[in-house]
C-alpha cells in the first residue's frame, strides 16, 4: 500500500455549522439519488435533464435518447457520424482543453472515457471506467474501484497508478488545467491494489463524484504522456485513452477525426468514424443538420432549440444557471483592470436589462435571470439578483467617475453572435459608459480571456449545473481561480458551507450566503440561465449524456 501526498492548499472550514456532516449527509445525498454506486439503484431522483426524440419529451427514468433496447448491435455496426462543436479544443490533452462539452469535453471522451458520469435525467452519478466509488460516512474518503481488464489504446492496463498520475497532472500549477482549483481538494490518493483507491480529502463533499465525470475523470496514460511530452502528447495522444475510440486526425481549424476501438472495454462500438467539425454561425449550423451534412449540433440559444423540437430533431437541454454572463476582470493574473473598482461592477449590473435582453435576442423563449441559479432549480435559494435599476447605475458610474475613473470599458466579445454584445454596448452607454466593444473570432476570445487575463469585461456563460453548484462557482469565483481573480473572504467561506452541505436545505442556505455576498460584491454580471443542449437528427440513436454538456458515443448507432 502507498500513501503518497499531492499539492494544494488546505480548503476554508464553514462559519455557519460547526464539524462534520456524518451520516446525515450519506442519508441526504442518497435520498437525492447522487449516489448510484453507493446508495444502490434508486430511481427517484429528480430530473435535472429534459430529452426530446422526434419532438416528444422524456421525463426522468425514461432513457437519454432512445429505450434501452436500442443500444448497439451487432446488426447495427457501421457508419459515421459528424457532429459540429461549439468550439473545437486546441489540444488532446485534458490538462490543457477547457474540458466543458462547448470546448473539449465531448471530443476528448470520446478518446479516454470518464470515470464517472452524471445521470441528469436521473439525478445520479453512475460509473463508467469506475466499478464503484463509495464515500465514508461524513464524506472525506471516497473508495475508487476501477473495472477489471480495461486497457489504454496501446494495450496498456488501466490502474489507479494512471488515476493517480493523471490527477496529479491536473493539480500542478505548472499545467493551468481547469480542474486544478476542484482536483485541489484532494489531500491525499492512496494506493491499495491497481483497482483499488482512495481519495482523501480536506473536507466534506457529498458530490465529489462530480470531478471524477468531469475534465479530471478523463484519465490520460501516463507513460505515453512522459514518452511523447506535454506539447507533442496533445496534438497526437495516440494509444493514451481508455474510451470506445482513437484518434486518427487532430487539425483543429478543419476536423478531429476518431475510428472506434475494436478491443473497447464495453464492447462493440457501432458508430465506426466520429468527425467534430466547427461551423461558426448558429443559423448555419442548424441549416446544415436540416440538409443532413451533420448529424449533430451544440446550442446555447433558444430560439434554434425550439425550431429543433417543432421541427422533429432530438434535443436534449441540460440549464447552466450561469449560461449568460458578463465576465468582469476582477485583477486576475496581476493585471489592474478598472473593473476592480465595485462601483464600476455593480453599474453594470444594474445597467442590464434581463427581461430586455431576452425579448430582444431571443424572441421571449429564453431564461432571464440575474441569480447564480435559476427559480425553477430545487437548490434555488429563494433570494434574488441584483436588480434592473439605470438610475442607480448612472449614479454609480458618477461617482466612480469622480473617483478617477475616465469612463471607459472595454468589452471584448466573440463575433460569432453580435447581437449580444451589441445589446449589451448600448444598455451601458445608456447609463454613461463609454464602451470599447472588441468584436474578435471566439479563439482569439478565448486565448485573451481564459488564458491571457487581458480583458475587462466579456460575453460569456458559466457553467453551473445542479449536479454540483459549488464547482462552478468555485471555478470561475473560488480563491484560486484563473478565469476572473475574484477573491472574497465571505464569498469563499460560503463555497465551503456548500461544500459541505448535508441537504438540499442545508445546500439553499449556502447559496442563500453566496447570493447575498455576489448581489454586493458583483463579481460577474448575469443575464440569463441558459439549457446546454445536444441536437441531433433522429437516424442517430443510444446517446448517453454527461454533466457539463457532456455525451458517450459508446452504445450509440445510427439507422439510415
Known sequence: MSADPIGGTPGRRAGRRAGRPGRRLLAAVCALGLLAAACGDDDDGESRGTTTTGGQTATSGSGTSAPADEGCTPDREGGEVTMSAFLLTRSMDPVVSFGTASTGAIELAAMYDTLMRWNAEEARFEPRLAESLEPNADFTEWTLTLRPDVTFGNGDPFTTAAVKASIERHIDPANQSTSRVDASAIEQMELIDDRHMVFHLREPWGTFPFLLSDNTGLITNPDVVEAMGKEAFGLSPVGAGAGPYELVRFSPTEEILFEARDDYWGGLVCIKRLRFIDIPLEDSTYDALKLGEIDIMWSQDPVTVAKAKDEGFGVFEELSHTGGFIMINNGIRNTTPDTRDVRVRQAIAHAIDAEEINRRLYDGKGLPSTSIIHESSPFWPGVEGPRFDPDEARRLV????????????????????????????????????????????????????????????????????????????NRWYGPQNFFTGFNDPEFNQGLTQLRQAASVEDSREALGVLQEVWNEKVPSVIYSAVPWTRIWNPRVKGLTFNALGGMY????????
Do not use: H
Open 398 to 473: 458618477a461617482e466612480a467617475k469622480a473617483a478617477g475613473w475616465d469612463g471607459t470599458l472595454s468589452l471584448v466579445c466573440s463575433n460569432t453572435n453580435p447581437d449580444i454584445p451589441v445589446t449589451i454596448e448600448g444598455m451601458l452607454e445608456a447609463v454613461g459608459m463609454d464602451v470599447d466593444l472588441q468584436l474578435v473570432p471566439t479563439n482569439e476570445m478565448v486565448q485573451r480571456v481564459n488564458v491571457e487575463g487581458s480583458y475587462e469585461a466579456n460575453c460569456s456563460g458559466g457553467a453551473t449545473f445542479d449536479a454540483s453548484p459549488v464547482v462552478g462557482l
Open 553 to 560: 458515443f459508446s452504445d450509440a448507432y445510427v439507422e439510415d
